[in-house]
C-alpha cells in the first residue's frame, strides 16, 4: 500500500471527519457469519488499511484485541488520538507483512482499502496469520463492478448487478 496519498496530519484529520463509519447492521452480519464458522469468544481481529480507525473501533465490542494497521503514521497518529477503546491498538505497517503471529486471527477486515495492495502478497500473509476458518471481509461504500475481456459479458453483469440493486 502507498501512504504518499495519506500524508500529513491535517490530511489525516480531514479523512477522518468525512470518512463514513461502516454501519452497525453491516458489521453485524460480518460477526454472525464469522461466528458461524469459528467457536466464540472472538479472539483477535485485523484491519488492514485502517486508516483513522473507524473500521477498527466499530468491532471493539466483539474481539478480546483489534488491531488496525495503515502504512501512514500520521493516519495511525490520528485513529490514535481518536480511539476509545482499551483493547484497540494501532500501528504502522504494511498490509503484506503484518504484525501477528500465525493462526492466531479470527477476522481481518479491509474498509475501502482492498485495491491498494498488491494482493499477490496480501492473500498469503492474511492466510498465514489467520485460524481454520477465520474469515476475510473486504467492503466499501459502492459495489465494485467486475470487467473481463469481453464486452458482451461486460453488458451482461452490468445488467445483473443492475438487478439486484
Not at 490514535?80 to 483493547?87: A, D, F, I, K, L
Request: hydrophobic content about 35%; proline content about 6%.
Amino acid at each position: 500500500m502507498t501512504s504518499a496519498l495519506f500524508t500529513g496530519a491535517k490530511h489525516a484529520q480531514l479523512y477522518a471527519k468525512f470518512r463514513p463509519n461502516p454501519p452497525e447492521t453491516f458489521i453485524n452480519y460480518i460477526l454472525t457469519y464469522l461466528k458461524s464458522k469459528i467457536s466464540t469468544p472472538l479472539k483477535k481481529a485485523v484491519d488492514v488499511g485502517c486508516g483513522s480507525g473507524q473500521s477498527t473501533v466499530v468491532l471493539s465490542p466483539h474481539f478480546e484485541t483489534i488491531l488496525g494497521i495503515d502504512v501512514s503514521e500520521e493516519q495511525i497518529k490520528c485513529a490514535e488520538q481518536m480511539n476509545t477503546s482499551s483493547n484497540v491498538e494501532f500501528r504502522v505497517s504494511k498490509g503484506e507483512t503484518l504484525p501477528v503471529k500465525s493462526s492466531s486471527v479470527d477476522l481481518v477486515t479491509f474498509s475501502q482499502s482492498l485495491h491498494w495492495f498488491n494482493t499477490h502478497e496480501l492473500f498469503p500473509e492474511v492466510q498465514r496469520v489467520l485460524k481454520p476458518n477465520g474469515v476475510i471481509a473486504a467492503y466499501g461504500y459502492w459495489i465494485p463492478i467486475p470487467k473481463v475481456n469481453d464486452q458482451n459479458k461486460n453488458k451482461e453483469i452490468d445488467q445483473l448487478i443492475l438487478q439486484v440493486m
